[in-house]
């Protein structure tokens, strides 16, 4: 699941993708339909079965904690006080329209900038002339992928506010007066939060594959005389697409996923719907609008889901 | 063997009960300062007196939310049918109280315990228009308040009419919690209504009228063009937070967590509390009893020790500053005179009277969150 | 030697110096936290330093000391059931012909594609009718959950990745199938096995949202102090907490460091 937690496990998970191609067993130069050893002991059981009962235990796990309760979401959310029906959707949006709409605009621009940082930040380190820049700028923007959501939560809480220590630092330079300090603890804050820690992420993707692409392309265009920037747009971008694609795709799935987030940075209107269906939970119980607004977050990141799963099944058939 | 004796250490920690001579395990909903009463202070006191137990208390979380979690914890164990039911006390908000006594889920014990008859306030008998006579001990009673800045709020407004004027000069320096995160911002929206929703009695005592939500439609827009003036803050700490860091003037506080951060030094001493008219709701919190708790008599000897005169003045008023849930003359007479006018520094018990109002009967109490959300927060 | 300074460093140093701010700057305010004693608007800085709120948080009968414990007992047994039933399951998916192989390494894939939330409350929802709410064993079902996406699959690569010669070797020497395993394929397994067990570690001791819903009230961790204790105002148990979060992740950031290459990365996708 996209997940709070250090990278959001996707990094760790992108590397096996490149391997699965040995996957194919070879074709079988033991005796058809067994494994065996010198006694022979397995010889009658097929070699399906036992694959199957290795593999079923976790299958079981991800399918009974996993796609049940994801299913019983989606009944849920029609699931009006016994009857079927539409109430709680009715109710969502009376209650949080404004919200869902905010959801969206959080998430969206959040990926574009996310989106717009990471091209920047990779496009210098495959393009950048000066190696100890290059060096420098390595080493400080991988910081935020190893601070867990909720650390990001509480660092931004403090340092967003109105008198928190990035304002504070302004006017100590002078360069604001402190009239104008203002507190960034609303949706914008969300958005720093989302951009700060997966910037880095889908940064470290790009760079990868970027560092891998035919160098004699960028050298081509070098040689006619092209400007660096024109270079990473018109040359480095089209080629990288593909992984941009999926490094953006996960950092939506992830954001829509973050409850700690909106937590401690703003519950209060507008802000994600996430920090609602938590309030609906605990406040009222109510698991009806809860579910819901699931189901609502779930129909927006269907359309990122599928273009996920359809990239990575092409990847495996390959 | 050293791995196989991590993982039997490991596997046990799983099902682990830690198995005391008699343990007694409090639930609490409210902010820390619950907590830490029983922790410090109520469960060290309890373990004396009655050697061999010990009192463990689990924190559910502020505001509604936190009681919410005590209610749905009954309501699943009465589902399933458990014999003996795992919380001895509990520790919840009187809007909680209702639901649980018309389930069953309590035992009247307060007939049982000493201290039951030093009670004789209306809010023991009835919570938000249920019945509730003998099933709930207060274990004290609040207020809200609203806690300015002198310095910044030379006039503080005694009335929601100059809240708003004082909005409208000042934008941004009223700041209060919306209906998430803590009552204290409940409170204010529901002193709103009283203020400006029609009968205030008739919200207070019942009986509900359906009808009556429509007289509301004018409070609320007017309450969120007010709120575009003022400032949302996280919940009860945030808006005393916020009132410390200068980020805002004035804002809806528990009139005892105001006391206590002032005491610990989270908020600056020069700060002060002013009671708005038409007036702002408070509540008691309860002390209840399930009825298929493990530890009946423990239970009831602990709700007796917390609610005796002595306790009830060292513990509630002296240390944790709120007002007292049995009645005040049993408790006045324990104290010195300068603790006592401790709890009356800024808001007189004249004024406590004339503008400390109860919270609006259950289903109107439902009805104005539910039109918060749907008129003013969308 | 003559210097010749290098007046591209202007912008440059501008520009790394923004993105320094920016990355170190919220992280300084958490220290910063961690060691105020006294911090009052309008300081900028904390007006007293001390590490009186250090003696708070660990103190005996303070929450912090239970749900570091909780916190550790809870990734441990994650980890033990993950690698339990990813080992196998990489095994077979590996080196196994499966049927619906396909399908099956979908339905591993999905709970990476979709929100968790839902999910979470309807957990929480299904396990208070079992009784395993508020749990430690509810919360490391979850957990478990969420860290086997990530260990089954890199189970399965890790195996992939070994020579099949090895195995016909041991096999054709008299080991069992099982032996062929124990002796050969999980040692050298082991390393990949161990980097997706720190991982599913880190992850389970970071969880906040499924422990929030499933295993609040009652099983508290460091995630869950550090909320409680954020939006109760008190930023400096929040801070130190955040810092003790903090050390394992660093930790493996610089192990990691030392394995992720661009290459490496470069690999993906192609």
Known sequence: MAGEGILSGQLLLLPPLAIERRWLPHEDRRKAGGVTGVDGRWSDMPIQLIGFLLVAPALAIVLLLFIVPLVSSVTGAFDVGGSVGLGNFTKAFELYSGDMLFTLVIVLLSSALIGLFSIMIGGYLTLGTNARAVAILRWIYRWPLFIPFIVVGQILRTFLAKNGLMNNIFIELGLMTPAAAMSFLDWRGIVVAFVWKQTPFVTLLLAGAMASIDQSTIEAARNLGARRVRILIEIVLPQVRQTLLVGLILSFVTMMSVLSVPLMINAQSPTMITANMAFRINAHGDYGVANALGLISLLMTSVAAMVYLRQTVREHSR | MKAKLIAATLVSGMFCTPLAAAELTVLTAGDQNMVDYVNEYLGPLFEKENPGTKVRVVGTGPGDAGSQKILERFEAQNKAGVAKWDADVAVVHEKFVGPMVEQKFLDAYRSKIPSGSLVTRENAKMALGTNVDGYVMPMFNSQTALAYNPALVPNPPKSYDEIVEFAKKNPKQFGYNGIKGGASGVSFVMGWIYAYGGDAQKLMNGPFDESETKNWDKAFASLKEFSRNATLTPGNAGTLDMLSRGEIAIGPVWVDMFYSWKANGQLPPEMKLVLPSPGMPGQPMHYVIPAKTANADLAQKFVALATSPKVQAEGIVKRFNWYPGIDAQYVQSNLDKDTWQKLFTDISPEELAKNGKPFPIAPYNKAILEAYERQVSN | ?270
């Open chain 3, 1 to 270: 030697m003559s210097f010749q300074i290098d007046w591209k460093w202007i912008p440059r140093g501008i520009v790394l110096g923004l993105l320094a701010f920016i990355v170190f700057g919220p992280l300084t305010n958490l220290i910063l936290w961690a060691v105020a004693e006294r911090w009052y608007f309008p300081h900028v800085l904390p007006l007293k330093y001390g590490f009186s709120f250090w003696a708070n948080v660990f103190s005996p009968r303070g929450n912090a000391m239970a749900s570091l414990a909780t916190s550790v007992l809870i990734a441990g047994l994650t980890v033990i059931v993950s690698l339990g039933l990813a080992i196998p399951a990489g095994y077979a998916l590996a080196r196994l012909r499966l049927p619906l192989r396909g399908l099956i390494l979908l339905a591993l894939l999905i709970p990476q594609a979709f929100p968790n939330l839902p999910v979470y409350v309807n957990i929480a929802r299904i396990f208070y009718q079992y009784g395993l709410n508020g749990t430690i064993l509810g919360v490391v079902l979850v957990h478990v959950t969420h860290g086997l996406v990530y260990a089954v699959w890199i189970a399965t690569a890790a195996f992939s990745a070994i020579d099949r010669e090895l195995e016909e070797a041991a096999r054709s020497m008299g080991a069992t199938a099982l032996r062929g395993f124990w002796d050969v394929t999980l040692p050298i397994a082991a390393p990949g096995l161990l980097a997706s067990a720190i991982f599913v570690f880190l992850e389970s001791l970071d969880e906040f949202t499924g422990t929030y819903f499933v295993g609040a009230p009652d099983v508290t961790t460091l995630p869950l102090l550090l909320y409680t204790a954020g939006s109760g105002g008190n930023y400096q148990i929040a801070s130190i907490t955040a810092l003790i979060l903090l050390v394992p992740s660093i930790a493996f950031m610089f192990v990691v460091e030392r394995f992720l290459r661009s290459d490496v990365l470069s690999k993906v996708g192609h």
